[in-house]
């Protein structure tokens, strides 16, 4: 990236992200909501231009871009579907994390499958009992021979229940984070079982459930990096994972945006488009102002993961912080300026205004995005 601008490179990946959207999932979105369709035939399409895989290395498989690349990808896709493109997001952040420091026995035995998504992918931090805590986890993990034994539940998971693979952060060792190690799990291994769909205000086009570990007996090989070392692997999954979300929000508000600016020229109030009058110019500049600063924070913050810089995290929890609130609220004025109509199915703001009320929660929520910045500033 130039100082300013993205570089010619970059504008063609995002214009290719954009055609797949406008083709593939945009005339598609409205009803994988309404009847809670999960597209895996369009998401498999999605990994042949290798959005599967996007900063997976090259050597096992993936195109190796940077967290820029990435970040408009999630984006352009989002002007569809957030939650399909979030879901997308989660299935790279887990493939990276087998990819970067898995060994070569457990990278031979799923990126092959992952990188073209014949079989996709879950990440399993969050539990029950434990959210933002996420190192007081208790999924227990227990060496016997050559195995892990694992026994425990995680919640929310996206995929649950229909991916085939769980990138799963268990305890090996003693209290805190220290004693937390990453383990891939397959759908299909005794023990593992799932609960049903949770009922949710919006993403219905992906599977949330519930997975659940009753002794499963795990290969050895299956550890991702060495005992004790999951929770700085799960961290740093999250980095770019909160630059994700934040995008998936940029690219829902540019969305709203768009049709916000498109009905205010259309519908007549008082004689004339409601676009002439200044409260609504007003809103509609606050809007687009709003947008491109998280939007620039954000490219900013992806920059700084994509060269591991020291303040990287940091900049990603700022950077999801406010595209994330910023998203939402762009998109709650869209809803207003359309009215009545903003509130129907049959215009698509109602649906952004939902799939984008999660993003501030998940990956961390806004209030421990802003503890991870306040602590970083007060070290100083």
């Known amino acids: 990236m130039t100082q300013f601008d993205l570089t010619p490179d970059q504008r063609e990946i995002q214009e290719l992200a ?62 569809g579907c957030p939650s399909t493109s979030a879901f997308i997001s989660i299935h790279n952040m887990a493939s990276w994390m087998i990819d970067r420091f898995g060994a070569q026995a457990v990278k031979d035995k799923y990126l092959p499958g992952l990188v073209t998504m014949d079989r996709l992918a879950s990440y399993c931090l969050t539990e029950p009992g434990s959210g933002s805590d996420a190192a007081a986890l208790k999924t227990r993990a227990v060496r016997d021979g050559g195995d892990y034994v694992v026994t425990g539940s995680k919640q929310f998971i996206s995929g649950g229940g229909e991916n085939e693979v769980y990138v799963t952060m268990v305890r090996t ?44 007996r795990v290969p050895a090989e299956n550890l991702v990096g060495g005992e004790g070392e999951g ?24 969305r709203c945006l768009d049709e916000s600016i498109r009905y205010t020229k259309e519908r007549q109030q008082f004689g004339k488009p409601i676009a002439d009058f200044q409260n609504t110019q007003f809103t509609l500049a606050d809007m687009a102002t709003d947008l491109e600063a998280a939007r620039a924070l954000l490219y900013m913050a992806a920059a700084k993961v994509t060269d591991n810089a020291p303040d990287k995290t940091k900049f990603a929890a700022m950077a999801k912080r406010l595209a994330t609130d910023s998203g939402s609220s762009i998109v709650d004025r869209a809803l207003q300026l359309h009215g009545g109509y903003g509130y129907l199915q049959d215009y698509p703001i109602e649906r952004f205004w939902r799939d984008l009320r999660v993003h501030s929660i998940l990956e961390g929520t806004n209030q421990i995005m802003r503890m991870i910045v306040g602590r970083e500033l007060t070290r100083q």
């Open 18 to 79: 954009s055609r797949f959207t406008a083709d593939r999932i945009t005339p598609n979105a409205a009803e994988w909501d309404e009847k809670h369709i999960f597209p895996r035939d369009v998401i498999k399409e999605a990994a042949e231009l290798g959005f599967a895989a996007i900063y997976v290395s090259e050597e096992s498989g993936g195109i190796n871009l940077g967290r820029l690349e990435a970040a408009l990808i999630f984006e352009a896709m989002s002007y």
């Open 173 to 216: 060792g003693e209290e805190g984070p220290k004693g937390i190690s990453c383990l891939v799990v397959e759908k299909d291994m005794p023990g593992v079982s799932f609960g049903a769909p949770e009922r949710k205000l919006g993403w219905h086009s992906q599977p949330t459930a519930q997975v659940n570990f009753d002794g499963v």
């Open 231 to 254: 929770f700085r692997i799960a961290m740093m999954g999250l980095d770019g994972g909160r630059l994700n979300i934040g995008a998936c929000s940029l690219g829902g508000a540019q």
